[in-house]
């Protein structure tokens, strides 16, 4: 091997019966990257506030008939830098992993993060798992270093922050 320089140009080198004695499992390289679909004017430069946060997620969330969950990644000063729609679920559920929440925030650069989802019902009470799912965010960002600010349940025509809750 020591005629090729390393492994990666002894690989290469074999002819195809020497390949057949060498066990090698072929790894793709990949490249990730974050598309841009569409933007939106935002009124406010950031978001200073449960209510702020609202304003922003309303307007992805207001009079859907499932759920749907987003994050908003931000900044260090708190402006939005990208708004992703992490799943939409059915009626009344939507199932979030704390992976692909925080893969949009990692990708967008984000020094931190709100969450929001609706209530098709309308109703903002949090549910068992609304706050568990808010735990284990909270958990995932803690050791990445990406800051949950806030989860905000939207309903209609008002909302619920479980920051302002005690939560988070």
Known sequence: MDNYG?????????????????????VN?????LVKESSLLYKERSIRSPNDGYQ??????????REHFIVASLDTKNQPVSIN???????NASIVHPRE????????????????????????????????????LKEAGKIIGIDVLDHIIVGDETFTSLKEKGYI
Do not use: W, Y
């Open 6 to 26: 390393n492994q990666q140009q002894f690989l290469l080198n074999l002819d195809k019966k020497e390949k057949k004695k060498v066990s090698a499992k072929r």
């Open 29 to 33: 390289i990949v490249s990730v990257k």
């Open 56 to 65: 922003l997620m309303k307007l992805f969330l207001e009079d859907k008939d």
């Open 85 to 91: 729609v992490c799943h939409i679920g059915s009626l």
């Open 101 to 136: 929440v925080m893969k949009a925030a990692v990708l967008s650069n984000a020094a931190a993060i709100i969450v929001g989802h609706n209530h098709p019902s309308g109703k903002t009470e949090p549910s068992k798992e609304d706050l568990e799912v808010t735990k284990r």
